[in-house]
């Protein structure tokens, strides 16, 4: 019996090396009491360190100084566990890292609203006063932006502890979805009895069984239709509290309040939603494709995930894939490949699979060491795309660690996918321009299309979506099962009618995407996509001003507001272009794949 390994049996040469980040677990334990007398001497500011610019300074650094130290611990701790979740000493020490963190934010947490209390002149005038303050002048004046949002101590002290109320939508979901919900047992296409879980259905979905996934389908959402009303309500709750606190702070709307925090006027989501409209046609060839490939006389809603190209059936060893990658990415110049190299040599990555060890990948890391990637690796041609993804976020990271003080080292969210999605885009053209095999590139473009289908289109959608309920609500209507149903359904007809039957079931798909509880957050994937399609077009012409603008934005970190950075390295998302030239480029693909699949 082929049985996985434990950690201690996996060649050294393949894990990472987190004694980069503390040498010993001792050294933690060590470092992590002196961190809570820091927190704990944090009180010797509270309701004081406005009075001048001197105590302001000191209080922003030591602020941003504890900070760091608690983030090295927490990344240490829960990578430690990360490699084998089973070990009784490192669940204790995540543990103990989680109640540090929780710790420190309870002991800063009134520095925002404290320095809130000042003016903005008076602001400005301690930066002006103070070289100190001049480091963080950014942060500052983050902070002051909201200043308009603000409500008076008393009032902020009540909202706040309105936060886990305000939460009941999103943790009650959660909760039914996790753990509560339960689907039939289905027969799969051995005749296996098989109980139908959330995993398992992504499963069933890829099947070539079409019967399978048709029942599959018709079971999950015949299961949630169950529930129709106690998920509408549910949801409900979660865009009331959106609008309660969008009112409550005085923003003009629920959209309007969460752009706020990346500085992201509600045109770039309005404009996304118009520009997807405008090309939606594109993506009727791609279906159609499917239809030919897939032989069925009418696509269905669950015909949209199986393959319809043979998967290549070569394995990579990690050795293989490693060099791969790097080749595929010397566009970004010898610097890069020269740090990229360490990654493999200077133990950034941990490689293989081990019991107990977490599932998937990542990259993380701390600030003042090199940044990590978790992988699972079984040498498919996803793992190569997905150790060219997660490098994309290691290098990001590395640059901007490099390059920026502690305080703007973190690039925000609406940013983050951008660097791996450059990589991927360099991966694909290297493995296009290198294959002979017509069946391999046919996978490798729609590999491509899925990706921009599932991440821009639908993305896309769900973003629309979630702008209409708000503002069905905002308007006075009421937001019932029939209601939402209706309003999903239509967008899905928008999206796919020339092509596909709309199965009746899809009307309930809003009611299992978790990410609908963090109100418009989804748009992000789409305008990171859309980012990277550009960026990695510039990056592969040759030209090296556009490379040069690519490692700035690397190596900006979250020195500016996201938009900014990105309309910096030639990526401009106050106008249509980014999302229209991602738009062409899936044109582009399409007939690419038509014509190969023609001679498949």
């Given at each position: 019996?082929?049985?996985?390994?434990?950690?201690?049996?996996?060649?050294?040469?393949?894990?990472?090396?987190?004694?980069?980040?503390?040498?010993?677990?001792?050294?933690?334990?060590?470092?992590?009491?002196?961190?809570?007398?820091k927190i704990d001497a944090m009180r010797k500011y509270s309701g004081k360190f406005t009075k001048n610019?001197?105590?302001?300074?000191?209080?922003?650094?030591?602020?941003?100084?504890?900070?760091?130290?608690?983030?090295?611990?927490?990344?240490?701790?829960?990578?430690?566990?990360?490699?084998?979740?089973?070990?009784?000493?490192?669940?204790?020490?995540?543990?103990?890292?989680?109640?540090?963190?929780?710790?420190?934010?309870?002991?800063?947490?009134?520095?925002?609203?404290?320095?809130?209390?000042?003016?903005?002149?008076?602001?400005?005038?301690?930066?002006?006063?103070?070289?100190?303050?001049?480091?963080?002048?950014?942060?500052?004046?983050?902070?002051?932006?909201?200043?308009?949002?603000?409500?008076?101590?008393?009032?902020?002290?009540?909202?706040?502890?309105?936060?886990?109320?305000?939460?009941?939508?999103?943790?009650?979901?959660?909760?039914?979805?996790?753990?509560?919900?339960?689907?039939?047992?289905?027969?799969?296409?051995?005749?296996?009895?098989?109980?139908?879980?959330?995993?398992?259905?992504?499963?069933?979905?890829?099947?070539?069984?079409?019967?399978?996934?048709?029942?599959?389908?018709?079971?999950?959402?015949?299961?949630?239709?169950?529930?129709?009303?106690?998920?509408?309500?549910?949801?409900?709750?979660?865009?009331?509290?959106?609008?309660?606190?969008?009112?409550?702070?005085?923003?003009?709307?629920?959209?309007?309040?969460?752009?706020?925090?990346?500085?992201?006027?509600?045109?770039?989501?309005?404009?996304?939603?118009?520009?997807?409209?405008?090309?939606?046609?594109?993506?009727?060839?791609?279906?159609?494709?499917?239809?030919?490939?897939?032989?069925?006389?009418?696509?269905?809603?669950?015909?949209?995930?199986?393959?319809?190209?043979?998967?290549?059936?070569?394995?990579?060893?990690?050795?293989?894939?490693?060099?791969?990658?790097?080749?595929?990415?010397?566009?970004?110049?010898?610097?890069?490949?020269?740090?990229?190299?360490?990654?493999?040599?200077?133990?950034?990555?941990?490689?293989?699979?081990?019991?107990?060890?977490?599932?998937?990948?990542?990259?993380?890391?701390?600030?003042?060491?090199?940044?990590?990637?978790?992988?699972?690796?079984?040498?498919?041609?996803?793992?190569?795309?997905?150790?060219?993804?997660?490098?994309?976020?290691?290098?990001?990271?590395?640059?901007?660690?490099?390059?920026?003080?502690?305080?703007?080292?973190?690039?925000?969210?609406?940013?983050?996918?951008?660097?791996?999605?450059?990589?991927?885009?360099?991966?694909?053209?290297?493995?296009?321009?290198?294959?002979?095999?017509?069946?391999?590139?046919?996978?490798?473009?729609?590999?491509?299309?899925?990706?921009?289908?599932?991440?821009?289109?639908?993305?896309?959608?769900?973003?629309?979506?979630?702008?209409?309920?708000?503002?069905?609500?905002?308007?006075?209507?009421?937001?019932?099962?029939?209601?939402?149903?209706?309003?999903?359904?239509?967008?899905?007809?928008?999206?796919?009618?020339?092509?596909?039957?709309?199965?009746?079931?899809?009307?309930?798909?809003?009611?299992?995407?978790?990410?609908?509880?963090n109100a418009f957050y989804v748009y992000k994937y789409a305008t990171g996509f859309s980012s990277a399609?550009?960026?990695?077009?510039?990056?592969?012409?040759?030209?090296?001003?556009?490379?040069?603008?690519?490692?700035?934005?690397?190596?900006?970190?979250?020195?500016?507001?996201?938009?900014?950075?990105?309309?910096?390295?030639?990526?401009?998302?106050?106008?249509?272009?980014?999302?229209?030239?991602?738009?062409?480029?899936?044109?582009?693909?399409?007939?690419?794949?038509e014509a190969l699949t023609a001679s498949v």
């Open positions: 019996m082929d049985m996985l390994k434990r950690r201690d049996e996996i060649d050294d040469k393949y894990k990472w090396h987190l004694e980069d980040i503390f040498e010993s677990n001792d050294l933690w334990i060590k470092t992590a009491k002196e961190t809570e007398r610019s001197a105590s302001v300074a000191a209080c922003t650094e030591a602020v941003f100084d504890l900070q760091k130290d608690v983030v090295k611990l927490l990344v240490y701790a829960h990578m430690r566990r990360d490699e084998d979740s089973a070990d009784p000493v490192y669940q204790d020490l995540a543990g103990k890292a989680d109640a540090l963190a929780t710790k420190y934010s309870a002991a800063v947490s009134f520095y925002e609203p404290e320095l809130l209390t000042l003016s903005t002149e008076r602001v400005k005038r301690y930066v002006k006063k103070e070289p100190v303050l001049k480091e963080y002048s950014f942060i500052l004046e983050e902070i002051m932006r909201k200043k308009s949002h603000v409500l008076s101590k008393n009032e902020e002290k009540i909202l706040a502890r309105t936060s886990e109320i305000s939460s009941a939508g999103g943790d009650i979901f959660n909760m039914f979805n996790n753990a509560d919900i339960k689907f039939p047992v289905l027969t799969d296409e051995k005749g296996n009895k098989t109980e139908l879980t959330h995993g398992r259905y992504n499963t069933f979905l890829v099947s070539p069984d079409r019967n399978l996934r048709k029942r599959a389908f018709k079971a999950l959402y015949d299961t949630y239709d169950k529930y129709r009303n106690t998920l509408a309500a549910t949801y409900a709750a979660s865009v009331k509290s959106d609008t309660f606190y969008s009112e409550i702070r005085k923003y003009s709307s629920s959209l309007t309040a969460a752009l706020y925090e990346d500085n992201v006027p509600s045109t770039v989501y309005n404009g996304l939603i118009k520009t997807v409209h405008a090309n939606i046609k594109k993506l009727t060839p791609y279906l159609v494709l499917r239809k030919k490939m897939l032989g069925v006389r009418k696509l269905h809603m669950y015909d949209l995930y199986v393959p319809f190209v043979k998967t290549p059936e070569r394995k990579y060893t990690f050795e293989e894939a490693r060099d791969i990658v790097i080749e595929a990415l010397r566009p970004m110049g010898e610097e890069y490949i020269s740090v990229l190299k360490t990654a493999f040599t200077d133990g950034w990555i941990d490689v293989y699979e081990n019991q107990g060890k977490r599932t998937g990948a990542y990259s993380w890391g701390c600030y003042g060491c090199h940044p990590y990637v978790l992988l699972n690796w079984q040498g498919s041609i996803k793992d190569v795309f997905t150790l060219a993804h997660e490098l994309g976020h290691a290098m990001h990271t590395y640059y901007s660690n490099r390059n920026q003080p502690y305080q703007y080292s973190e690039y925000k969210i609406f940013v983050a996918e951008v660097a791996s999605t450059v990589n991927e885009n360099l991966l694909m053209e290297y493995l296009l321009n290198n294959s002979k095999d017509d069946t391999e590139k046919a996978y490798l473009i729609n590999h491509y299309l899925e990706e921009f289908r599932a991440t821009v289109f639908r993305q896309t959608m769900f973003a629309e979506f979630e702008k209409q309920a708000h503002k069905m609500y905002e308007k006075g209507e009421m937001l019932t099962c029939d209601a939402l149903c209706s309003m999903y359904y239509r967008l899905q007809k928008k999206y796919f009618k020339k092509v596909m039957k709309i199965d009746k079931e899809i009307a309930m798909e809003w009611a299992r995407i978790p990410h609908f509880y399609t550009i960026l990695a077009s510039g990056i592969l012409s040759g030209d090296s001003d556009k490379l040069d603008k690519y490692m700035t934005f690397l190596k900006s970190g979250g020195s500016d507001y996201p938009m900014e950075i990105l309309r910096k390295a030639g990526v401009d998302l106050s106008t249509s272009e980014p999302i229209q030239h991602a738009m062409d480029l899936f044109e582009e693909k399409v007939k690419q794949l």
